[in-house]
C-alpha cells in the first residue's frame, strides 16, 4: 500500500493505475476506522482492480462547537487496517494541503434540495462541507465506483445528486449498516460512549424496531409511530432527542400516511454525543 498525504502523488499514482485501464474503487472516510468502514473497503477490493481509501477530517463539514478537534483519530491503527484489507493508495492529507487558506476554500459547493432537511436542520453547512471535500476528492483521485455507507443516508442521496449534477463518470455503491452486538450502529462516535451513555445509545436501534413493528402490525400514521418512538428515546437516561422523522427515501418530504419507499431516520444526543440511525421501509399498502 503506497499512503500519499500530497495531492500530486495521490493524483499520479491513481491516473497512472486509470490509463493502465483498471477500474478505481474509492472508499472516502474521516479515519478511526471500524466494520462499518471495512465492509465498504472489502466490497471495493471485490470489485476493483485499483482500491483507494482517504482518511481526512474535514473541518469544513463540522460546525461551530462540534467535535473537529477531539474527534478519533488513529492513523497507525488505521493504516494497519488498510493495508491488511488490500487497499493500493492510502490518501491521507493534512488540512492544510486540502484547504491552504486557513482551513477554508472560496469557493463551496451546495446541494440545495435536501441539505436543509433532517440532519441539515442541526448541522447548518454540513453538507456544504461534505459536497466540498467529495468534488476536490473526487477531482484528485477520480474514481469509477465509489463506496458510500446507509448508516449517512441522508450523505448518500445529497453525493448521487452531486455527480448527476457536476457530471461525474462515477458509480456509487451503498451498503447496509454494520452494527455492534447490541445493534448499536457503529460509528467512529462510539468511542466517546462509555458506561451508561453506552447502554443508553441501544435506543436509537430500538426506536426503528419499535416503528418497524407498529408498522408492520398496521400502523399507518406516522405521527403515532413517531411519538411512540419518542417515548422510547425520552425513556432511556441521557438521552436527548434531536430529530425523528419519517420521510419519503426518495426526496426525504415528511409523510402523514406510511406508504412506500420510507425511510424512518433519528439522531439522538447521548450526553454531548450526536448518533444517527436510520432504516428503509418498504411498505405495500
Ligand atoms: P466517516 O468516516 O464517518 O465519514 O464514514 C465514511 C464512510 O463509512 C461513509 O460512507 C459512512 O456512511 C460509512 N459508514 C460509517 N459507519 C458505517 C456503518 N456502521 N456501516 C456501514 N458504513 C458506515
Given at each position: 500500500?503506497?499512503?500519499?498525504?500530497?495531492?500530486?502523488?495521490?493524483?499520479?499514482?491513481?491516473?497512472?493505475?486509470?490509463?493502465?485501464?483498471?477500474?478505481?474503487g474509492f472508499v472516502p472516510t474521516m479515519g478511526a476506522l471500524h466494520e462499518g468502514h471495512l465492509s465498504l473497503v472489502r466490497r471495493?477490493?471485490?470489485?476493483?482492480?485499483?482500491?483507494?481509501?482517504?482518511?481526512?477530517?474535514?473541518?469544513?463539514?463540522?460546525?461551530?462547537?462540534?467535535?473537529?478537534?477531539?474527534?478519533?483519530?488513529?492513523?497507525?491503527?488505521?493504516?494497519?487496517?488498510?493495508?491488511?484489507?488490500?487497499?493500493?493508495?492510502?490518501?491521507?492529507?493534512?488540512?492544510?494541503?486540502?484547504?491552504?487558506?486557513?482551513?477554508?476554500?472560496?469557493?463551496?459547493?451546495?446541494?440545495?434540495?435536501?441539505?436543509?432537511?433532517?440532519?441539515?436542520?442541526?448541522?447548518?453547512?454540513?453538507?456544504?462541507?461534505?459536497?466540498?471535500?467529495?468534488?476536490?476528492?473526487?477531482?484528485?483521485?477520480?474514481?469509477?465506483?465509489?463506496?458510500?455507507?446507509?448508516?449517512?443516508?441522508?450523505?448518500?442521496?445529497?453525493?448521487?445528486?452531486?455527480?448527476?449534477?457536476?457530471?461525474?463518470?462515477?458509480?456509487?455503491?451503498?451498503?447496509?449498516?454494520?452494527?455492534?452486538?447490541?445493534?448499536?450502529?457503529?460509528?467512529?462516535?462510539?468511542?466517546?460512549?462509555?458506561?451508561?451513555?453506552?447502554?443508553?445509545?441501544?435506543?436509537?436501534?430500538?426506536?426503528?424496531?419499535?416503528?418497524?413493528?407498529?408498522?408492520?402490525?398496521?400502523?399507518?400514521?406516522?405521527?403515532?409511530?413517531?411519538?411512540?418512538?419518542?417515548?422510547?428515546?425520552?425513556?432511556?437516561?441521557?438521552?436527548?432527542?434531536?430529530?425523528?422523522?419519517?420521510?419519503?427515501?426518495?426526496?426525504?418530504?415528511?409523510?402523514?400516511?406510511?406508504?412506500?419507499?420510507?425511510?424512518?431516520?433519528?439522531?439522538?444526543?447521548?450526553?454531548?454525543?450526536?448518533?444517527?440511525?436510520?432504516?428503509?421501509?418498504?411498505?405495500?399498502?
Open positions: 500500500m503506497v499512503i500519499a498525504a500530497n495531492i500530486e502523488k495521490a493524483r499520479k499514482i491513481s491516473h497512472k493505475a486509470a490509463k493502465l485501464g483498471k477500474i478505481i471495493a477490493r471485490k470489485e476493483c482492480d485499483f482500491l483507494i481509501a482517504s482518511i481526512f477530517v474535514n473541518p469544513t463539514q463540522f460546525g461551530v462547537g462540534e467535535d473537529y478537534r477531539r474527534y478519533p483519530r488513529n492513523f497507525y491503527r488505521d493504516k494497519k487496517q488498510l493495508r491488511a484489507e488490500g487497499v493500493d493508495l492510502l490518501f491521507s492529507p493534512g488540512a492544510n494541503t486540502m484547504y491552504p487558506s486557513s482551513g477554508g476554500t472560496s469557493v463551496y459547493a451546495y446541494e440545495n434540495d435536501l441539505s436543509s432537511l433532517l440532519c441539515g436542520k442541526s448541522r447548518p453547512g454540513h453538507f456544504k462541507g461534505v459536497c466540498t471535500i467529495l468534488i476536490k476528492l473526487f477531482n484528485i483521485v477520480r474514481p469509477d465506483i465509489a463506496y458510500f455507507g446507509q448508516k449517512d443516508y441522508q450523505q448518500t442521496l445529497i453525493v448521487k445528486k452531486l455527480i448527476k449534477d457536476f457530471n461525474f463518470p462515477i458509480k456509487i455503491r451503498v451498503l447496509p449498516t454494520i452494527r455492534e452486538i447490541d445493534n448499536l450502529a457503529m460509528s467512529s462516535r462510539n468511542a466517546y460512549l462509555k458506561g451508561q451513555a453506552r447502554k443508553s445509545s441501544r435506543c436509537l436501534y430500538e426506536a426503528l424496531i419499535l416503528a418497524k413493528e407498529l408498522i408492520e402490525s398496521g400502523q399507518r400514521d406516522s405521527k403515532r409511530v413517531i411519538s411512540q418512538m419518542k417515548q422510547l428515546v425520552k425513556s432511556r437516561e441521557l438521552a436527548r432527542i434531536d430529530y425523528i422523522e419519517i420521510v419519503d427515501a426518495e426526496n426525504l418530504k415528511r409523510v402523514n400516511r406510511i406508504k412506500g419507499k420510507v425511510l424512518i431516520a433519528l439522531a439522538v444526543y447521548i450526553k454531548k454525543v450526536r448518533l444517527v440511525d436510520n432504516i428503509i421501509l418498504n411498505v405495500k399498502k
